[in-house]
Nanobody
Framework: QVQLVESGGGLVQAGGSLRLSCAAS????????MGWYRQAPGKQRELVAR???????NYADSVKGRFTISRDNGKKTVYLQMNSLRPEDTAVYYC??????????????WGQGTQVTVSS
């Protein structure tokens, strides 16, 4: 069974930094695309950053230049370094693991989420 466990959230002042971690188990981590999503109160869940098994990275426009996603396949962990945080970054941040099987079936897993609160 796949498990994704996030950590590193918390309360920080605007302009500060946080580093989120997501440890995976029960999956062949290196072949999965890993992503960070967030959901603010009253809003839809949105992609923050994604890193493919090939290392290709995508960022939401709102976090480009401030956030950095990385992965350590040996530790089965994906990270999100968040700098220059803004109050609008306040949300629950979720880790996601995704790949498809040989016959195209999606394997899509989510962590429980970690709260990030940025005070002004």
């Amino acid at each position: 069974q796949v498990q994704l466990v996030e950590s590193g959230g918390g309360l920080v002042q605007a302009g500060g930094s946080l580093r989120l971690s997501c440890a995976a188990s029960g999956t062949t981590f290196s072949i999965n695309a890993m992503g960070w999503y967030r959901q603010a109160p009253g809003k839809q869940r949105e992609l923050v950053a994604r890193i493919g098994s090939d290392g290709i990275i995508n960022y939401a426009d709102s976090v480009k230049g401030r956030f950095t996603i990385s992965r350590d396949n040996g530790k089965k962990t994906v990270y999100l370094q968040m700098n220059s945080l803004r109050p609008e970054d306040t949300a629950v941040y979720y880790c996601n693991s995704y790949r498809t099987t040989w016959n195209g079936r999606p394997l899509d897993y989510w962590g429980q989420g970690t709260q990030v609160t940025v005070s002004s």
